[in-house]
């Protein structure tokens, strides 16, 4: 697992991302754990403005149209008239109800072409390229594809016409939606036509969206070393900038920034960031200053290579806290075994994973346990690896990270084997993860992990019993940046 090398206790960040797409809101939202969730393209009332804001109304009866290309939307017939392409490669929804003008969106399949030069064949008609809007933001229907938005807006007269198309990779091809719409005069009055348009383009589904292979050079994990100079201290530290498959992305500098990149940006809840990426080097400009990150690989590679290691040095890893010769090896003082091997299955598995230290210590925030089966006895919770190095009577952290997940036992005569650890996924793998790992025990799960403030009491009795147990001088314990905190 890709870590900071230095911490400074839990970050988290909620966020709702608005683009703009030619002057329609579309509302990305970010929770908690870097999940993006909720409509892709969403409306003000779509429901009520489709049936006349009649809550007793009875609903339209709808139907869905299945095109020869592998993709579907729910319309109202009473709203649309659909008209299909000999091949089905074309189909048009025209709005029927009254409006200004003509209401329509036109969904077209075009193989073997990429999105700005298909968009580039209907927008040359639009004229002065100046005036037309560019963005970019998730493929309707998705949350883990990508796509281009062009609009010309309405001018100031006439019939309030906006044209908007909207193009993204789809299955060897492009698939564009064309966006023809007359507001009339009065932008500011809600609006049925554009509202069912929406409503429409909202409900596409996808037989089998295979991947874009457009982006395939841009996800991975990039890193970015430097050393600072702290209160006469030289001391290294790491930036990390992790752009996943389904364009969801951590920017990790102070702090944790959950992002969507596109094609040049990385898009944040109130803020983004132009970026580059060549072979190996992602450029990032960060307020006017361009920094250079190097490629370490993809989540998935990079986490293969971390059990890897793990599995080879877990032998070493107790030796190597030992042979420190400053501090004894932390070890779990209490009467339940089951207890005790998890704490040690932490430092075994983990401790090598970082730079070494003096000390590794666990923080154990347990969920739940089930030992039904003595062959596969369940262990969950929200499992914590500190590493510290002794400076004075302090407990200075250096490194560490969260694991949360279900470690795996097997009882024995002695006591406990550890057999694995069913770890929750980063980024968008996050939430369903662990609602596959924990089960029943999910809401538990979301409780204990998002309680800072318990898990940092439990974590300064632990160093306080360790300190306790080995008959230490130390004192106290610090996170860089915060203030320490002094043992009772």
């Known amino acids: 697992m890709k870590k900071r090398q230095l911490i400074a206790g839990a970050v988290t960040v909620s966020a709702a991302v608005m683009l703009s797409a030619c002057g329609k809101d579309i509302t990305i939202n970010i929770n908690d754990n870097g999940n993006v969730i909720g409509s892709l393209i969403s409306g003000n009332g779509i ?108 001018g100031e007269e006439g019939s309030g016409l906006t044209e908007r198309v909207f193009a993204g990779e789809y299955n060897d091809g492009v698939l564009m939606f064309e966006f023809t719409e007359h507001r009339g005069s009065d932008t500011s009055a809600p609006d049925p036509a554009a509202t069912a348009l929406q409503a429409l383009v909202d409900s596409i589904t996808f037989e089998d969206f295979g991947p874009q292979n457009m982006y395939d050079y841009i996800p991975g994990v990039y890193v970015r070393t430097f050393n600072e100079e702290i209160e006469g201290e030289d001391m290294t530290f790491q930036d990390t900038v992790t752009l996943n498959e389904d364009h969801s992305g951590v920017l990790s500098l102070q702090d944790d920034l ?98 070494k230290s003096d000390v590794s210590i666990p923080c154990i925030m347990i969920v739940g346990t089930d030992e039904s089966d003595s062959e596969d006895i369940r262990v969950y919770g929200d499992f914590w690896l500190l590493n510290y190095d002794l400076e004075g009577d302090t407990l200075e952290c250096k490194s560490g990270g969260s694991y949360p997940g279900c470690i795996h036992f097997k009882k024995t005569d002695s006591g406990y084997e550890a057999l694995k650890m069913d770890m929750v996924e980063d980024g968008s793998g996050y939430t369903p993860s662990a609602k596959k790992i924990f089960g029943d025990m999910y809401e538990d799960f979301e409780k204990v992990s998002s309680d800072d403030q318990a898990r940092e009491k439990t974590r300064a009795q632990i160093i306080s019993d360790y300190v306790k147990d080995n008959k230490l001088s130390i004192t106290k314990y610090h996170d860089f940046g915060w203030d320490p905190v002094v043992l009772n």
């Not at 009254?98 to 030069?117: C, F, H, L, R, W």
């Not at 983004?272 to 990150?293: A, P, Q, R």
């Not at 400053?326 to 209490?334: F, R, S």
């Open 47 to 154: 429901e009520d403005l489709v049936s006349g804001n009649d809550a007793d109304e009875t609903e339209p009866a709808e139907e869905v149209y299945s095109s020869t290309e592998g993709w579907s939307v729910t319309y109202d017939p009473a709203l649309f008239a659909v008209n299909e392409g000999e091949d089905g490669d074309v189909t048009s929804f025209v709005y029927q109800g009254e409006s200004a003008g003509t209401n329509m969106v036109t969904i077209s399949y075009i193989k073997d072409k990429q999105p700005e030069e298909a968009m580039s064949e209907l927008t040359d008609s639009w004229g002065d390229p100046e005036a037309i809007e560019r963005s970019e933001s998730y493929f309707p229907g998705t949350n883990d594809k990508w796509g281009y938005w062009r609009c010309l807006p309405a």
């Open 258 to 355: 959950y992002v969507m990149w596109g094609s040049n940006m990385l898009i944040q809840a109130d803020n983004s960031y132009e970026y580059t990426v060549e072979g190996d080097k992602l450029m990032l400009n960060l307020d006017g200053d361009w920094l250079e990150f190097t490629r370490q690989g993809t989540d998935d590679e990079i986490k293969a290579e971390d059990e890897q290691a793990a599995d080879e040095a877990s032998d070493e890893a107790k030796e190597n806290d030992e042979a420190s010769g400053k501090l004894p090896a932390y070890k779990y003082n209490g009467d339940d075994k089951l207890t005790a091997a998890v704490y040690q299955f932490m430092i075994d598995d983990y401790a090598s994973q970082y730079d």
